[in-house]
């Protein structure tokens, strides 16, 4: 059974930073994309930042220069560095994954959450004016 494990959230002021972690276990085959999603109170679920196995990115825009996401493959893990945040980026984060079966361009992934199979439960990022 596939688990992911989001961690790192918190509470800071605005201009401040966090890094958000997401262990993966139990893959029967290693995602291609991986990414993060985030959810505000009474907005709907958006794609931060999604990452290829090889490397390769797509960042909304609203993070473009403040966020990088990567990952380890060999220790299963997602990360996402957060710099110079803002309120506006308080919500809850959400760490996925896809099946490792069917390869999306991370262009295409970062607004497809229907291409993700697993989920975690999410940490809370709150920022402060």
């Known amino acids: 059974q596939v688990q992911l494990v989001e961690s790192g959230g918190g509470s800071v002021q605005a201009g401040g930073s966090l890094r958000l972690s997401c262990e993966g276990s139990?893959?029967?085959?290693?995602?291609?994309?991986m990414g993060w999603f985030r959810q505000a109170p009474g907005k709907e679920r958006e794609g931060v930042a999604v990452?290829?196995?090889?490397?390769?990115?797509s960042y909304v825009d609203s993070v473009k220069g403040r966020f990088t996401i990567s990952r380890d493959n060999a220790k299963n893990t997602l990360y996402l560095e957060m710099h110079s945040l803002k309120p506006e980026d308080t919500a809850m984060y959400y760490c996925?994954?896809?099946?490792?079966?069917?390869?999306?361009?991370?262009?295409?992934?970062?607004?497809?959450?229907?291409?993700?199979?697993?989920w975690g439960q999410g940490t809370q990022v709150t920022v402060s004016s």
């Open positions: 990452i290829e196995r090889d490397g390769s990115a």
């Open positions: 139990g893959y029967r085959y290693t995602p291609y994309v």
């Open positions: 996925a994954a896809d099946r490792g079966v069917f390869r999306m361009p991370v262009s295409q992934a970062l607004g497809n959450m229907r291409h993700f199979g697993y």
